[in-house]
């Protein structure tokens, strides 16, 4: 199993906590590889915090984080927009991350871009009429994420993903994706790494999202089977990550010598 990666790119939701509680070991393996010196950055699909809050989460379940070291939708979603030269915006995500989008004017009436993200019970009919009539009046249509569903405290939960191709569905019009499994926000993750810091292993729940997303970017691939880990849609996908972990609280093992 050893693998030595220099660097590691972390999952949240599923793969350092489910709901309320960290992944038992885990919190003690990642401040294990911290006093090693191995680089981390964090990267999630999550829109429910800032990463400013995010990070303070983090370390209140025990593990070694900064908000520096958060890479998230929203902040991609913010880079994006800023680059496509887009000031006025509408957002489908919980106000938490809204702090995220500095420089970005919030509004309802005629926005240049649709962001949409995880409003869990917020979404309601008129809510995702109202954003398919501005993405028909002409907005960009911007999905921080296009996951299917999540583990929450409640059990298996639908994400961003369906409310975004209904969206689709209905205008004709495709998203622009800014959150993993985009190589750009892998980039972005990776342009923050010490400089030679390489090969670097992507670790998370999502066999297509964390998996699948960051072989394509030319990263490693470790699966926990934690989370929304389901051994069956892992057959059915035909990925074969480059190893695969009973949770977090492994991780050590990656860096271990080989006997």
Request: no cysteine.
């Amino acid at each position: 199993m050893p693998m030595h990666p220099a660097a590691l790119l972390l999952d949240l939701d599923g793969t350092l906590y489910v709901g309320e509680d960290p992944v038992p070991g885990a919190p003690e393996a990642l401040r294990a590889l911290a006093e090693r010196g191995v680089p981390r950055r964090y990267l999630t699909n999550t829109t429910r915090r800032s990463r400013r809050e995010l990070a303070a989460r983090l370390r209140a379940l025990g593990y070694p984080a900064e908000p520096a070291e958060l890479f998230t939708a929203p902040v991609a979603a913010a880079a994006w927009l800023a680059d496509a030269g887009i000031s006025r915006a509408a957002l489908y995500l919980p106000r938490e991350s809204w702090e995220d989008f500095p420089g970005i004017e919030i509004v309802d009436h005629a926005p240049e871009a649709v962001v949409v993200g995880d409003l869990g019970d917020g979404w309601d009919f008129a809510t995702l009429n109202r954003a398919f009539r501005q993405v028909m009046d002409g907005a960009r249509l911007v999905a921080l994420q296009k996951n299917r569903y999540w583990m929450t405290e409640r059990g298996i939960t639908l994400d961003a993903g369906p409310f975004v191709a209904a969206l689709e569905y209905a205008s004709g019009r495709p998203a622009h994706v800014v959150g993993k499994p985009s190589p750009d926000f892998f980039r972005l993750a990776l342009a923050s790494l010490p400089a030679g810091a390489r090969p670097v292993a992507v670790v998370g729940d999502d066999v297509e999202t964390d998996i699948a997303g960051a072989q394509a970017a030319g990263l490693l691939g470790v699966l926990v089977r934690t989370g929304k880990y389901r051994p069956d849609v892992l057959a059915a996908s035909g990925i074969v990550p480059d190893a695969v972990l009973a949770s977090a609280a492994e991780l050590p093992a990656l860096f271990d010598p080989v006997d």
